[in-house]
């Protein structure tokens, strides 16, 4: 069972390191280089050989600039860490898709926040 919770902790790690890799725009050998290490080591970390421990983590983050929580769970949980992240992703659009998307949103708060609210008092 252990070892099952060890593999999956692999995997999702891996899997994390790789889109924020991605959404850096760098590659293994990037990576590897600013850690001073191969970048088998980076390939096997992305694929889920092996889990990095505490402080390469830190390292990790510090290069994508996230959070190292956002590493071992996929995302982060904070609010202000999801506007950002919602921040980049606009960013890339053009004004008018922009707009879309922002109306979406509010719409779809509003609509949750009343679902949320109904929810409550029942």
């Given at each position: 069972m252990l070892e099952n919770n060890l593999k999956n902790l692999a995997s999702a790690v891996g899997g994390a390191v790789a889109r924020q890799r991605i959404r850096s725009g760098l590659t293994q050998e990037d990576v590897a280089e600013r850690l001073n290490v191969g970048s088998e080591a980076i390939s096997r970390i992305e694929r889920g050989i092996?889990?990095?421990?505490?402080?390469?983590?830190?390292?990790?983050?510090?290069?994508?600039?996230?959070?190292?929580?956002?590493?071992?769970?996929?995302?982060?949980?904070?609010?202000?860490?999801?506007?950002?992240?919602?921040?980049?992703?606009?960013?890339?659009?053009?004004?008018?898709?922009?707009?879309?998307?922002?109306?979406?949103?509010?719409?779809?708060?509003?609509?949750?926040?009343?679902?949320?609210?109904?929810?409550?008092?029942i």
């Open positions: 092996v889990i990095p421990n505490i402080a390469r983590l830190f390292e990790f983050a510090t290069i994508f600039g996230c959070d190292a929580a956002e590493l071992l769970t996929g995302a982060s949980p904070r609010p202000g860490d999801q506007a950002s992240r919602i921040g980049q992703l606009l960013a890339t659009l053009d004004p008018a898709d922009r707009q879309m998307i922002m109306e979406w949103v509010e719409r779809l708060a509003e609509r949750l926040g009343q679902t949320s609210g109904a929810k409550i008092k």
